[in-house]
C-alpha cells in the first residue's frame, strides 16, 4: 500500500507542475497559486462539513499549519529560481528535497534493507537525470542555487509535516484543510505585497475565467497528492514513501512529451528508465 499512494502521489503532483506549469506561462505565478490553493481549500472545507471532520481535531494540526507557512514559501523561491536560471540546473537540484524526509526517517529509526537502499540511490539519482540536468554552459550564479535549495529544503519539510498532521481519514481531512486555509493566507500575503510593489496580479485581459476548471485541476490534484502521501507515510516507511513519491519530475517530464510534443533529452531518458528501476527495487524490497 505504502508503494501504491505513493506513486499515485508523485503521479498527481507531477501532473499538477505540468498543469501550473502551463497556466504560468499566461497568469502570474503568484495568483496561479493563490486561486488554485483557494478552490482546493473550498473543496476541502465542504468535505470537512460533511464529514465532520471537525471533531477529529488534535494537537497535530499544527504540522498541517507549519507545513502551509513552508509551501508557499518555497514554492516562490523554486519560481524565482527558474526566472533568474537554467531549469537544466534548478530542477534537477530541487529533487534533493527528498532528503529531508528520508532523513527524517532515518532519525526516527527507520532502516532500510540492502535492496530498499539501492533502490533509493537508483531512483534518486533517475529524478536527477530526469531533470535534465545542464552539464555544460555558462556558469550559474549563487543567488539561483541558493534560491533553488530554499525550495529544496521547503519541499522536503513539507513532505515531513503532512506525514505527521494526522492518523485518521477524517483527521486528514481536516489537517489538509488547514494546510490549503494556510497556504492561501500566506500567498495572499505575498500577493499584496508584491501588488504594492508594482506586480501584476492578472494577464493583459483580465481575470482567466477560462483557465478556472485548469486552475481547479492543479489545486485539487495537489491537496489529494498531499494526502495519498499522507496516507504512504502511514502505511509504511517514510524512507520508501518520500522516495517513490519524489519521482514526479520524471511525470512532469513525460507530460510535456506526451501533450506538448517536447523531446526527451537522452539524459532524460536515461533518468526516467533509472527511476522505474529504483521503483521496483523499493516495491520488492
Known sequence: MTALF???TSLLWGLADFGGGLLTRRTPALTV??????IAAAVLGA??????????AEPRLWFAFAAGLVGPIALLAFYKALALGPMGVVSPLATLSVVVPVGVGLFLGER???LQLAGIAVAVGGVVLAGGPQLRGAPVERRTVLLTLVAAVGFGTVFALIGEASTTVTGLYLSLFVQRLTNVAVGGAVLAVSLRRGG????EGGFPY???PALAFVGLADVAANGTYAL????GPVTVAAVLASLYPVVT???ARGFLSERLRAVQAAGAGLALVGTVLLATG
Do not use: C, D, E, K
Open 6 to 8: 505513493a506513486l499515485t
Open 33 to 38: 497559486v493563490v486561486v488554485s490553493q483557494a
Open 47 to 56: 468535505i470537512v462539513v460533511a464529514t465532520g471532520a471537525w471533531s477529529a
Open 112 to 114: 532500510p534493507g540492502l
Open 200 to 203: 501584476s496580479a492578472l494577464p
Open 210 to 212: 477560462r483557465s478556472l
Open 232 to 235: 504512504a507515510a502511514q502505511h
Open 253 to 255: 517530464a513525460l507530460a
